[in-house]
């Protein structure tokens, strides 16, 4: 039973555009909703991540969107540039356990010139 | 700062053989994991630590084994490798409470043969 589904599975986009991948999730447990980049020969590294008690948090060009009610999250990257051609993870967690995470299969961003 | 560290980076298994995959962290992080990932499934939780002297099951225990061997250390054991644990394996930590980072290492690629 996969508890978080992520699409694309890949992606390309121009520079300058904007990249979108998407994340639904099935248990309302979850409270804390992380964004992972990981980079070719690298470990996940936090990118960004919110709390269900706001509908969106932006860091720089990063954006969640989150719908509680849909169970779905989103990470929209604006101005997509060469350096953020990376794999993306979304991922769920509660709090109480541990911090341990559940992790989507990951979307392979490709941004060209 | 070394943060998370895995040794070794590669290593290549005959069926059959043991290996232990070592993770040390110089966070002073209560919580420790250890992850899988393989092509188009994400990173699925093998055990994790909640604190020096506990360990869990996570989503895919079976064929491993851990030890929380103090704070830093978490050590996972493959007693009998079979060709089903190629992959590439992440140990990672974190505080405890909300909004609590995973800090992942470079990870440890393992091809069983």
């Known amino acids: 039973q996969q508890q978080v589904k992520q699409s694309p599975q890949s992606l390309i986009v121009q520079k300058g555009g904007i990249s979108i991948i998407n994340c639904a999730y099935e248990n309302t447990a979850f409270d804390y909703f992380p964004w992972y980049q990981q980079f070719p020969g690298k470990g996940p590294a936090l990118l960004i991540a919110?709390?269900?008690?706001?509908s969106e948090k932006k860091e720089g060009r990063f954006t969640i969107s989150f719908n509680k009610s849909a169970k779905q999250f989103s990470l929209h990257i604006m101005d997509s540039q060469p350096g953020d051609s990376a794999t993306y993870f979304c991922a769920v967690g509660s709090a109480g356990t541990a911090s341990k995470l559940t992790f989507g299969t990951g979307t392979r961003l490709q941004v060209t010139l | 700062n070394a943060g998370v560290t895995q040794t070794p980076k590669f290593q290549v298994l005959k069926t059959g053989q043991s290996m232990t995959l070592q993770c040390a962290q110089d966070m002073n992080h209560n919580s420790m994991y250890w992850y899988r990932q393989d092509p188009g499934m994400g990173l699925r939780l093998i055990y994790y630590s909640a604190s020096e002297g506990t360990t869990d099951k996570g989503e895919v225990p079976n064929g491993y084994n851990v030890s929380r061997l103090n704070k830093r250390e978490f050590s996972l054991r493959l007693e009998s490798a079979a060709p089903s644990q190629t992959s590439v394996y992440f140990c990672?930590?974190?505080?405890?409470?909300?909004?609590?980072?995973?800090?992942f290492g470079q990870g440890t690629r393992l091809t069983v043969v």
């Open positions: 990672a930590s974190s505080n405890r409470g909300r909004d609590t980072e995973a800090f």
């Open positions: 919110i709390r269900p008690d706001v």
